[in-house]
């Protein structure tokens, strides 16, 4: 159905003094619409209100003055620079408007002329404003209320100045906003006590005071949660519509948990609960399982794999590397093939006859479970009766990929699993479609690593720690923060620092090297190496933070550890403290502010990953903190995620009780919402 076209579609150059030239204008800021406009916000503000007698006027405040232009002078510094010097005089006393390099205002400003200035006051040898905002008033209008109001300040583009923007802006508003349909329904907007648009749309832009604009402000920023909320749980909806349903079995994870030589933890317990429920519900599960590094989500994975099998059907497992999915392959299979479940695995590597065993058993059904890297997602492996797809640190692939495999079988149940612990704001927002399972804590009898940052001066000491470790038999790693050495910088390289310390302070130990660059091949080669002790020190970049157990690496030293994110210190810390030894993460680096030392500080204090992961989002943002493998992020222009979680929340619950009761948002009451949503999602919901 198509809803009536409203006001707001109406493209921006039918504005009074917009045309076709200046829209173009207009679409470098993303405004095509009258709509667009409206909902283009200002920066910032102008307080013009705090009009002030010359004679009291305090230096070092913004403040305007109303007085007459009683003397106008151009002249050349000795700097070269052209000043236009204008006194005013409102009869109480006088101060100088400064103009650089802006002769041609001079015509603007007739002696005699009543104007009305607005600035930063400061103080010289005398009063003086430096290039103010300022209105010639009219001396037969003493009505300055417009004037001496708050006024918006805009993000501007070339060709388009502060006044003209505020000046469409006024006349939209005055020719087209009641035209304009509410997307937020009156009964949520009666419950949440927020204002209708025409109010917020006005306050946004001319507020009439600091209350109505922080009214404004919140009902904007409501509605744009409650619009993505809404698309999320429609998104969710239709998921959940065409699930399989699998069979609970009571006694499953008894006879699960006495396959292992250790207890599960309550932990674990409550997310196999979650999972078996959503499974056997007949929707499709769609579930993040959160759990720091080490937190045993594999158990977990598992149990639901086996589940998948029992009911029936076939489960599959992506890993980002090979040699991950290899390591996911002998654990599976140790305890599931004794039950009889045929576990496969499938990578880049495998010979042709294991590959051609693969496409066939899956194809027919005799295949239960499969393991493998992206491989998984060949055209010519197809599935009899697809039940389960798990992937493994979800945070290293793409949005593209794990569509991909899911869509191998959209009926299925899907468990995402990933080490980065996502706060609970951002996970609203970025994952709102799924459910998510939080994995706490970490099994018993695991020590935290112990973690120290040092400065650089610290450095011999470091490796001689890192020889005593290596002398009881012990492994490290060595991160640094690039592979190659460039001129313009001190930060070593690994391929400068491989050759430095394997002919210098480990010339009698084995070095190994691992950074991205490298094929396939030779990175799994290396880790195996590392793996079976036959590397001591595996000096390394970033590569190595997903990576596979190796229990006796108990030293991790990250150089210029103040150039990462605390969330990617953490997930690089997580590859030690793996076994029965304390194990010991040194960061390295100067700080170059109190900032990145805080931080510093802040990740030697916890190993509670989500207590690190908070702090980080609250640093860098979520863009930088989900990294720019997260593409198609949704974009979020008013609300901020952490500062407005409380209202996000509210917005959320509405937008999920309307869609459950009108999944299709077939009320014409919600014909506002659709179209909110059709306009900012194009393509992407
Ligand atoms: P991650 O969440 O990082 O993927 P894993 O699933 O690899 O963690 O588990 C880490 C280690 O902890 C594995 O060696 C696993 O066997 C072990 N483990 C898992 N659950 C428990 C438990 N309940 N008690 C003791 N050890 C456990
Ligand atoms: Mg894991």
Redesign the pocket.
């Known amino acids: 159905m198509q809803d009536k076209k409203s006001s707001a579609d109406i493209s921006i150059r039918y504005i009074k003094g917009v045309g076709p030239k200046r829209a173009l204008v207009f679409q470098k800021l993303g405004i095509e619409t009258v709509s667009d406009l409206f909902y283009y916000l200002p920066r910032r503000y102008e307080d013009r209100t705090n009009l002030v007698r010359i004679k009291d006027l305090k230096p070092g405040l913004e403040q305007a003055v109303l007085g007459k232009i009683v003397k106008c002078n151009i002249f050349t510094a000795k700097t070269g620079r052209n000043i236009l010097d204008g006194v005013i005089d409102d009869g109480t006393g006088h101060i100088s408007a400064v103009w650089y390099n802006m002769p041609f205002l001079r015509k603007t400003l007739p002696l005699g002329a009543v104007i009305f200035a607005f600035g930063q006051v400061d103080l010289f040898k005398r009063l003086q404003m430096t290039h103010p905002s300022y209105e010639i008033v009219d001396e037969n209008k003493k009505d300055i209320s417009k004037i001496a109001a708050i006024f918006p300040v805009y993000s501007l583009t070339e060709d388009l100045t502060q006044r003209y923007l505020r000046n469409t802006m006024d006349t939209a508003i005055h020719a087209y906003l009641r035209g304009m349909q509410d997307p937020l329904p009156t009964e949520i907007r009666a419950r949440k006590k927020l204002v209708d648009l025409e109010f917020a749309v006005k306050n946004i832009h001319f507020p009439q005071g600091d209350e109505h604009l922080a009214r404004a402000y919140h009902r904007l920023v409501f509605e744009e949660f409650f619009i993505l909320q809404a698309m999320l749980a429609i998104k969710k909806k239709k998921y959940f519509a065409q699930g399989l349903k699998h069979i609970k079995d009571e006694g499953l994870l008894e006879e699960f948990e006495s396959l292992f030589d250790?207890?599960?933890?309550d932990e674990?317990k409550k997310c196999i609960k979650e999972i078996e429920d959503d499974m056997a519900s007949g929707k499709a599960m769609y579930r993040l399982l959160q759990?720091d590094?080490?937190?045993?989500?594999?158990?977990v994975a598992m149990f639901a794999m086996l589940m998948s099998v029992r009911s029936g059907f076939q489960a599959v497992m992506m890993a980002p590397t090979e040699i991950l999915a290899r390591q996911h392959y002998v654990t599976v299979s140790k305890i599931l093939m004794p039950l009889g479940v045929d576990v496969r695995l499938i990578v880049q590597g495998i010979d042709k006859n294991e590959r051609e065993v693969v496409i066939e058993t899956s194809a027919s059904g005799t295949l239960d479970v499969l393991i493998g890297t992206h491989a998984l997602l060949g055209e010519k492996i197809k599935f009899k009766s697809l039940g389960l797809v798990v992937i493994d640190e979800q945070h290293k692939f793409g949005v593209e990929q794990r569509k991909a495999l899911r869509d191998k079988n959209t009926k299925a149940a899907t468990l995402v699993m990933t080490?980065t612990p996502i706060p609970r704001s951002l996970a609203m927002t970025f994952y709102g479609d799924m459910d998510i399972s939080y994995l706490k804590g970490k099994?018993?009898?695991r020590e935290p690593v112990v973690t120290y940052w040092v400065g650089r001066e610290y450095r011999e000491k470091v490796y001689k720690f890192v020889l005593e470790e290596l002398a009881s038999g012990r492994q490290a790693f060595i991160v640094y923060p690039r592979i190659k050495e460039t001129d313009s910088s001190d930060i070593p390289s690994i391929e400068n620092m491989f050759g430095e310390l394997k002919n210098g302070v480990f010339k009698d130990k084995n070095v190994g090297m691992l950074h991205g660059r490298m094929v396939m091949e030779e990175k799994d080669k290396t880790m195996k190496l590392f793996k079976d002790k036959k590397i001591d020190v595996l000096v390394a970049t970033t590569v190595v933070e997903v990576g596979i157990?190796v229990p006796n690496a108990t030293v991790m030293i990250i150089e210029h550890a103040d150039r990462y994110g605390l969330a990617q210190l953490h997930q690089l810390r997580?590859r030690i403290g793996?076994g029965k030894h304390t194990s010991y993460c040194i960061l390295i680096g100067d700080p170059k502010n109190e900032i990145s030392e805080e931080r510093l500080e802040s990740i030697s204090g916890t190993s509670d990953g989500f207590e690190i992961a908070e702090k980080d989002l609250e640093n860098r943002g979520p863009g930088e903190f989900l990294g720019s493998r997260q593409s198609g992020l949704p974009e979020i222009r008013f609300g901020n995620i952490i500062k407005d979680y409380a209202i996000m929340k509210e917005a959320r619950e509405e937008a999920f009780n309307l869609v459950q009761a009108d999944p299709s948002l077939a009320d014409s009451r919600h014909a506002g919402i659709k179209a909110c949503i059709r306009e900012r999602f194009k393509g992407k919901a």
């Open positions: 250790f207890k599960f933890t674990q759990g590094v080490g937190s045993g989500k594999t158990v080490a099994p018993l009898g157990d997580g793996r």
